[in-house]
Every structure is written in structure tokens, then in C-alpha cells.
């Protein structure tokens, strides 16, 4: 391992500018709009820094390197399917220029707007239970890479996790979104420099010849044809391309860039840019668990394999730049989305139940309690809850479990006149169905007798689970019609 | 290197440069937005 105390050095530093640029921003903020969405002010070039500063984490690295090492060069096909998604939102303004439009600042407030109080508490929940339980691991999967690649015990990174955990919650509850905007920016920056440097560190060290040999030897023809990868195929192309649409236009922490943004034509060219940059930023980590796999072989493991790499070729010096970076990385996506389900819980939980609304400042520190016990929540449960499946799964699970139902009820209720408050109900309840059947089934496949199979197969479960709440919103919508008649939302979509 | 190897590595380095371009370009011009951002965001 190359790690020394300079590496430490580096990152302390690092830390210390992020805290005190994260807290300067306190004294910016005025009101609820200015700590949820920046005062919906940010500019092109920082939106686009800001959104993949926020979906680029540790986590990330990590999932993504492990999908290059066992998926071979056919993982490159998701980076690319990941980018088509963003480009559709990105040019068509699909779902994200509406939103942006009806200046709301969470997905469930259009709930209420197009459907009900009912709805919005719902959808609320649901994105909420999700989006906790699907930021759970996280804190995981950073402890596996700084201990692969710092070469330090277990014990020991507790304790850097509750530091790094401290400081992304000081700065979040003190600076709200503009903080998150400052501090975001500064990540991409050397996110993005420490990116280039591993990249072309790896390879020098490792060749593409090096990389092709292994994956033939290890994948045959699944790992260079998509389509013959067993572990891909039709099903999970038409999942992944569904389920970006859904994530790329209503995942909270994505959205919420849409909401900060000047107007929703700064909103839809941030999506354009940002597709653009995702076929790349996909196949760079992934090249790093392939490079893994040729170096170490298959034996070393698909988790840990591009950590150890990096900890055995990046020289010291290098590497404390590489690791502030992929703190950076981490933090960032951190504050975004301790900011993002804090709202969530005030705006759409809370505040609904409430009889009385709360006001501005009342909303705001509620927000920053919930900020704080999410921060406790994701440090107990990242430490003591042993992940059932792969990364990937219970990512992607976490997140159709709240993604799928949305996609109907905001799609319909943009974009289709006969959607109905009952309609929308029912296929938020759909959308937690197929995750949840999976979650349990799968668990007793071997006993599940052989018609009841496919659920319990990640990509047809995926993609049923993203078709479902769009036939159940048509369905019950349309059957509901007399009773419950939809409101008309076409006033609130004003241009700006 | 085979065939498909070889369109794998060519579309690896087409994404990761209009990746980094990107970021190039977006660390450029993001100083001025988040400075313009700062001087809008001033409490009066």
C-alpha cells in the first residue's frame, strides 16, 4: 500500500476548506426558498457541476467498478443507456421543465397540486422510506474503499466515518442548499482532476490488450455483447432506459437541481449536459474494476478489487489528492441528499399532518432535526445491517420502490388530463409492490414453484415493477373517473 | 485485441474525453456562476 501521513495531510486539509466554506454560506440564507433551492438562482455551468458532484459518490465508484469487473466491457453499455436517459429529459425538458415551472420545491408537493393532500402524504412517506433506506449503504461502501486503499483496520474508520458524517451534517443544517451548492462545486473540481489522474495512472500500468485478455478469458462472449450477458439482455435494457427516465426526472436530490435552477430552460439544458457527461463518468470507474480484474484476477473479489488497485499504483502524494477527491465525492452526494429527504420529511410529511402550516422559519428548523437524525440513522445502519445481495440490487430496489410509482402519478398527472387522485394513490401502492415481492421471494426461490420465477429475476421484477403503476394509474384513473374528476393543472404551468 | 475489444476502447475514450471536456469547461465558467450566485444570495 502507498498510503503515508502526507496522504492524511492532504485530507485533512481538505476537509477543513469544505467545513468553512460549507458554513460561510450561513450567512446567506434568508428564507425557506434560499435554504431549499438556493433562492432558485444557480446558473448553468454551477448547475451542471452541482448535479454530478451529487450522483457521483464513493458509493458510486464503488458499485459502478464492480459492475465493470463482473459485467466486463458489456457494463459499458449501461453508461451508455444511463446517458440516453438524461439526454431524452435534457432535450424534451421531459418532467423536469413541469416541475420546474410549478416552482415547488419536492416531487410530493405536485402531489397536491394535481391530486391531493392524501397523495402528497403518501407519496411523502414512500419516497422518504426509500430514499433513507437506499442511502443507507453508503457509509459502507466508503468504509470498504478507505480501508482497501488506505490500509487501515475496521476499527479505525468508524471513527473517520462519524468525522466525515459530522462535517457534511454541520455544514447541511447550518448552509441548507447553498452550501450544498458551494461545496459541490468545489468537489466536481477535484472529483473530477483525481478522475483523470487514477485514469491515466491505470493506464499506464494496465493495458486495454491486458484488460480485453482478461475479460475473454473470464466472460467469453457475455462480457463484450450485451445482449449475450446473461445477467443483462432485453429485459433489463428496457428496465434500465425506464427506470433513468423515472430516477433522471423525479429522484429527489436529481429533481432539486431542477428547482434551483434560474428558469426551466437553464433546468433542461443542465439535465443535457449532465447526459452527456454520463456515458463517461460510468465507464471511467468501471475501467477501474476491469483494470482490477486483469491485475489481480478474478480471485481478489469484485468489491474490493478496484480499491486495493488503486491503493497499490496510485504513489503517495497522489493518492491523498485521490482520496480527499473521493471524499469529495462522497460528501457531496451526502449533503444533497441529507438536504433532500429533510425536506421531504418537513414539507410533504410533517407540514401535511399538520393543522396549522408551519411557517418559514419553523420549516427550516425542522429540517435541519431531520438532517440530523437522518446523519445518525445512515451511521448506525451502515455499520450494523449486512447488505442481502450485491450493491447494485439493493440500489437499484431501494430505488424502483419509489421511482416507479412516481414516474406514473407525475408522467400522468403532467401529461395526461384524465389522471385522478385515486389513480395516483393506487399506483404509488403498485410501485412498492414488485420491490417488495422480490425483496421477500427471493429469499425462498428455491422453494417457489417454476411459473412464479420471473419475479424473482431482478430484471423482469424490475421492469414489471416499472410497467405496473402505469397500468394501474390508466386503469383506475379511467374507472374513476365520474366519481372523482381530475383537476385541471394547465394554469400553474405558466412559462417563466 | 479483437474486434469488439477495440470499439469498447474507442467508445471508453470518446465518453471519458466529452466527459472531462465537459468538466473543463464547467470549472471555467462555474467560478463566475457561483461568485454571481454569492453577490444575489447577500442578505440586504
Known sequence: MNYTIFDTFIIIIYLGLTVYLGLRAKKYIENSEGYFVAGRKVKLALGIATLVATEIGTVTFMYMAEFGFTMGFSSFFMGILNMIGFIIIGYTGFIVSGLRKLKIMTIPEFYEIKYNKNVRLLGGIVLFLSGVLNMGIFLKFDAIFLSETMGLGQNVLIYIMIIMLIVVVSYTILGGMLSVVITDFMQFVIISIGMLIVTIIILTKVSFLDISNAVNMNYGEGGINPLKNLKMGWFFIGWTIIANLATGSLHQPIAAKAFCSESPKVARKVFLFFGLTLAGRSMVPMLWGLAALAFFGPSVGATIGMPRLIGTVVPSGVLGIVLAGMLAASMSTYSAYLLSWSSVATRDIISPIRKVPLSEEQSIKVAKIFSLLIGIFILVFGFLYEIPATAYQYLVLTGTMYASGAFAVVAGGLYWKKANSKGAFSALLAGILMPMLFLVLEKFKNSLPEWMGFITDINISGFVGMILPIIVMVIVSLLTQKSTPPNDITKYLKEE | ?44
Do not use: H, P, Q, R
Open chain 2, 1 to 44: 485485441m479483437d474486434l469488439a475489444s477495440t470499439i469498447w476502447m474507442i467508445l471508453f475514450y470518446i465518453f471519458s474525453s466529452i466527459f472531462f471536456i465537459i468538466a473543463g469547461v464547467v470549472i471555467f465558467f462555474g467560478f463566475k456562476d457561483l461568485s454571481d450566485l454569492l453577490s444575489k444570495s447577500e442578505k440586504k
